[in-house]
């Protein structure tokens, strides 16, 4: 007769044997689920008194302020003579309409491309709402402004004698989001719960710590990618331009009830950013030809309003992460010999999480993994100036019990709800870099 062993079947094999090393360990796929909201909410939490809120922002219009040419004026001799009335347009940090305030402006005037420098003029008259004479105080040069020229503004000046000129003011801008209310349920039968059980010893207790992770997982992602049925008006004022009108309406479930979503921080920069000028937001690195002279004039744009710190968070799918890893101290990027980009060591933050720091010639960059960029976010970075978001928490997370509404069910139901959002003001101080194969 044959020896007995454990390879056979029967009561010994499917009974008897105990197959786990550690019946009441568990090991979970993902930690560090849900950095971003994890940075916003400990940086910044508001309790706003209604589901849709309003934040005011405010772009300081002395920190650009130009005018283009929008007819041909022609070339104005050195000396004291005044030009004919000039069509103007492209106004950016002025009184929308020509007034009493832009008489003084001393500009120097750039070609359409603002590359080459045509002279300075001094502005003397505002002839109509859309229309200057200037003065060209180049004293032996003539100034030949012609359609699309632009005037920079480089200060004013006023003569001896004369009375305050005319003042102008801008006003605040007003951007809007809204709350969103997040169920995630969990059910078992009485049966179930009553069992005995390896892994752990209650499923309840099991699927309380997973449905928690969920919850905060679907707010990431929301946070992110979210879009708001109320509008957020973000466009006025920014860098695309024209923005949307407030609204508190939502849209209906299928019985009718108001459903309101948050708007994403990563919607918000598609939706309203810049691909181009000095408040570009939006980025598109190729791995075949991204150069460190690329890196270097991108994060001149990044880092244009500069925290304190000097340091800004970047929130990478790992494809982001893999891309700049593999750049850690290659010469040059893609050809470009003599420098090299720098990534510290991994570190792991106050918050619970890993990241490593990149540097640049205008800033260093924390760049966070963050498990939700996936998919076709996994190429992604998203770097924020934190002092422009938070986290808006209407209704905080609660934990609710015995939910059942059918005193027949055997049976425990309960929720995760909250109702939360995100607050996003000055959008063009938010960027995001995609890379391309």
Request: glycine share 10%; charged share 20%.
């Amino acid at each position: 007769m044959a020896a007995k062993n454990l390879s056979g079947s029967g009561v010994l094999f499917t009974d008897r044997r105990d197959f786990y090393i550690s019946p009441d360990v568990v090991k979970e796929l993902w930690t560090d689920v849900t950095p971003f909201t994890t940075v916003v909410a400990n940086r910044e939490q508001r309790t706003p008194t209604d589901p849709v809120f309003k934040m005011f922002e405010h772009r300081n219009p002395w920190q650009k302020q130009e005018f283009s040419a929008a007819s041909n004026p022609g070339s104005l001799a050195a000396g004291d003579s005044e030009s004919d009335a000039t069509d103007v347009d492209g106004i950016v940090g002025l009184a929308s309409s020509v007034d009493g305030s832009w008489v003084g402006l001393v500009c120097e005037v750039f070609d359409s491309t603002k590359t080459t420098k045509k002279g300075h003029a001094l502005v003397t008259t505002a002839v109509s709402t859309s229309s200057i004479k200037y003065k060209n105080i180049d004293r032996t040069a003539a100034l030949d402004v012609a359609d699309n020229d632009v005037f920079v503004v480089v200060g004013n000046a006023h003569g001896e004698g004369t009375t305050a000129p005319d003042a102008w003011s801008d006003e605040l801008k007003v951007v809007f989001n809204s709350t969103q209310i997040f169920k995630t349920p969990l059910e078992i039968t009485g049966t179930l719960e009553a069992a005995a059980l390896r892994g752990e010893s209650s499923e309840l207790a099991r699927l309380r710590m997973q449905k928690a992770q969920e919850h905060k997982i679907q707010k990431e992602r929301a946070f992110l990618f979210g879009v708001s049925a109320e509008g957020t008006n973000l466009g006025d004022g920014g860098p695309s331009g024209s923005g949307d009108t407030f609204a508190d309406s939502g849209i209906s479930d299928a019985n009718g009830n108001t459903v309101r979503t948050t708007n994403g921080i990563i919607t918000a920069i598609e939706d309203h950013g810049s691909s181009s000028g000095d408040d570009q937001n939006i980025f598109t690195i190729s791995e075949a030809t991204y150069s460190y002279s690329n890196f270097v004039d991108d994060m001149e744009k990044v880092f244009q309003y500069v925290p304190e710190e000097g340091m800004k968070m970047a929130f990478c799918g790992r494809g982001a992460m893999s891309y700049f890893s593999k750049i850690d101290g290659a010469s040059g990027i893609a050809g470009a010999s003599g420098w090299t980009v720098n990534l510290g060591p991994t570190e792991r933050s106050s918050y619970g999480f890993n990241y490593r720091q990149l540097e640049s010639p205008h800033g260093v960059l924390m760049l966070i993994p963050t498990p939700v960029l996936r998919g076709p976010h996994n190429k992604q970075m998203l770097i924020v100036s934190d002092e422009n978001l938070f986290h808006a928490v209407y209704r905080p997370p609660v934990y609710q019990t015995n939910i059942k509404t059918d005193d027949a069910f055997d049976g425990v139901k309960d929720q995760y709800m909250s109702d939360e959002g995100i607050g996003i003001t000055l959008v063009e101080s938010h960027k995001l870099f995609t890379i391309t194969d």
